[in-house]
């Protein structure tokens, strides 16, 4: 903490800031924290330059041709390829639920409604062993055998409590008046909700999308127990390959997503600031 005195010269004040010790702790600790969480993500970007053979255990000298051909692993592309149809099926199915899940939970009352937020939290709160194995006998005793649709119907479910929880919060910070001034100018309820509802939600909504995404194509447990031995996704298969090295190309892949994900907040971020200081103007 950082306490301020104040100094009378010439009539003026002048306000001095006094450091602590505390003052050069917290950045040296949040520099740490933040080294320590970049420190994974450095490793992998590195070894997907390395010239690796059969093992990209130690790193054997810079090559570009591991970006040049990112799918020259076996297999390596297809367990990409099916973990983001899982993760854009799962998102779109579990947001939609969810979403209306979340505006049910908020805006209405009903009979068992303090139950359903308990069971919301229930798919959170359980170790993904056992909801992996208990999808999985469900799953056997329906005689479905496991692969594609076992583990899209699995992320669906545990998807969709991180999307009700996130847009519930969205939902409980709106104004009910704005509903109740657009019935005053004669909308009808289907059109208060997609004219002014639904845009206020936007923000909840895609947060939720995209924290659904990346549960599900970062999922390995409960996709493990599901999948069978047919299916893989990028997870499963990076822990397959941990033995004997994970191939430099699954590294590039995870670059690949990082750098995405990094753009993402980059462009959301800068598209805020911008409408912020478009705000301002105007107000």
Same mark, same amino acid.
């Given at each position: 903490?950082?306490?301020?005195?104040?100094?009378?010269?010439?009539?003026?004040?002048?306000?001095?800031?006094?450091?602590?010790?505390?003052?050069?702790?917290?950045?040296?600790?949040?520099?740490?924290?933040?080294?320590?969480?970049?420190?994974?993500?450095?490793?992998?970007?590195?070894?997907?330059?390395?010239?690796?053979?059969?093992?990209?255990?130690?790193?054997?000298?810079?090559?570009?041709?591991?970006?040049?051909?990112?799918?020259?692993?076996?297999?390596?592309?297809?367990?990409?390829?099916?973990?983001?149809?899982?993760?854009?099926?799962?998102?779109?199915?579990?947001?939609?639920?969810?979403?209306?899940?979340?505006?049910?939970?908020?805006?209405?009352?009903?009979?068992?409604?303090?139950?359903?937020?308990?069971?919301?939290?229930?798919?959170?709160?359980?170790?993904?062993?056992? #909801?992996? $194995?208990? %999808? +999985? !006998?469900?799953? /056997? &005793?329906?005689?479905?055998?496991?692969?594609?649709?076992?583990?899209?119907?699995?992320?669906?479910?545990?998807?969709?409590?991180?999307?009700?929880?996130?847009?519930?919060?969205?939902?409980?910070?709106?104004?009910?008046?704005?509903?109740?001034?657009?019935?005053?100018?004669?909308?009808?309820?289907?059109?208060?909700?997609?004219?002014?509802?639904?845009?206020?939600?936007?923000?909840?909504? #895609?947060? $939720?999308? %995209? +924290? !659904?995404?990346? /549960? &599900?194509?970062?999922?390995?447990?409960?996709?493990?127990?599901?999948?069978?031995?047919?299916?893989?996704?990028?997870?499963?298969?990076?822990?397959?390959?941990?033995?004997?090295?994970?191939?430099?190309?699954?590294?590039?892949?995870?670059?690949?997503?990082?750098?995405?994900?990094?753009?993402?907040?980059?462009?959301?971020?800068?598209?805020?600031?911008?409408?912020?200081?478009?705000?301002?103007?105007?107000?």
């Amino acid at each position: 903490m950082t306490t301020q005195a104040s100094v009378h010269e010439g009539g003026l004040v002048r306000r001095r800031r006094r450091f602590t010790l505390a003052d050069k702790i917290v950045p040296v600790f949040a520099g740490l924290a933040f080294v320590y969480l970049m420190v994974p993500v450095a490793y992998t970007v590195a070894f997907s330059f390395n010239q690796a053979g059969r093992r990209n255990l130690v790193w054997q000298g810079f090559t570009l041709d591991n970006w040049k051909n990112p799918c020259g692993a076996p297999q390596v592309c297809e367990a990409f390829v099916n973990s983001i149809q899982v993760g854009l099926i799962a998102t779109v199915v579990s947001t939609a639920l969810g979403t209306l899940v979340a505006i049910a939970l908020v805006r209405y009352k009903f009979r068992g409604r303090t139950l359903a937020n308990l069971l919301i939290f229930l798919p959170m709160s359980t170790p993904e062993v056992v #909801l992996g $194995a208990a %999808l +999985l !006998a469900q799953f /056997l &005793s329906m005689a479905m055998r496991p692969g594609f649709t076992t583990v899209v119907i699995a992320h669906v479910m545990f998807c969709i409590s991180f999307v009700v929880v996130t847009v519930k919060a969205r939902v409980a910070s709106l104004d009910p008046r704005l509903e109740e001034a657009a019935a005053d100018l004669y909308a009808s309820p289907w059109a208060a909700f997609w004219r002014v509802t639904f845009p206020l939600l936007v923000p909840g909504i #895609l947060a $939720a999308g %995209l +924290l !659904a995404f990346s /549960l &599900s194509f970062d999922d390995f447990i409960i996709t493990n127990f599901n999948s069978g031995s047919a299916f893989s996704t990028f997870p499963k298969f990076v822990y397959v390959s941990a033995n004997r090295g994970i191939p430099p190309q699954a590294n590039v892949l995870g670059s690949f997503m990082f750098f995405l994900a990094l753009l993402l907040v980059v462009v959301v971020q800068l598209v805020g600031a911008a409408r912020r200081k478009r705000h301002a103007r105007l107000g």
